[in-house]
């Protein structure tokens, strides 16, 4: 059965700092390329970030480079999100996403708040 848990997520004020994590199992984690979306009240769920099977690639939105990083960690099945310097429209629901490469299948977790206070 497929798990996908993200975790770290809280209220803060503008400018600091949360580091989300998604603990994934019951699939081939190394196979899935990892993402990380948001969803903020009244809004579109939106791309934040996303890595490679290997870890060698990433991507991010527009509106989090420089101050967001995603990382992964095949072995112990996770994929992280360092937020620095949070703003208040990156408050929302934050969600992993793995989609199999070359496949249609992907798994979503079931999100975790960020609320930032300004």
């Known amino acids: 059965q497929v798990h996908m848990v993200e975790s770290g997520g809280g209220l803060v004020q503008a400018g600091e700092s949360l580091r989300l994590s998604c603990a994934a199992s019951?699939?081939?984690?190394?196979?899935?390329?990892m993402k990380w979306y948001r969803q903020a009240p009244g809004k579109e769920r939106e791309y934040v970030a996303g890595?490679?099977?290997?870890?060698?690639?990433?991507s991010y939105a527009e509106s989090v480079k420089g101050r967001f990083t995603i990382s992964r960690d095949n072995r112990r099945r996770t994929v992280l999100l360092q937020m620095n310097s949070l703003q208040f429209d990156d408050a929302g629901v934050y969600y992993c996403?793995?989609?199999?490469?070359?496949?249609?299948?992907?798994?979503w977790g079931q999100g975790t708040q960020v609320t930032v206070s300004s």
């Open positions: 019951g699939f081939t984690f190394h196979y899935y390329v």
């Open positions: 890595v490679t099977i290997d870890g060698g690639r990433k």
């Open positions: 996403k793995a989609e199999g490469q070359g496949s249609n299948t992907a798994y």
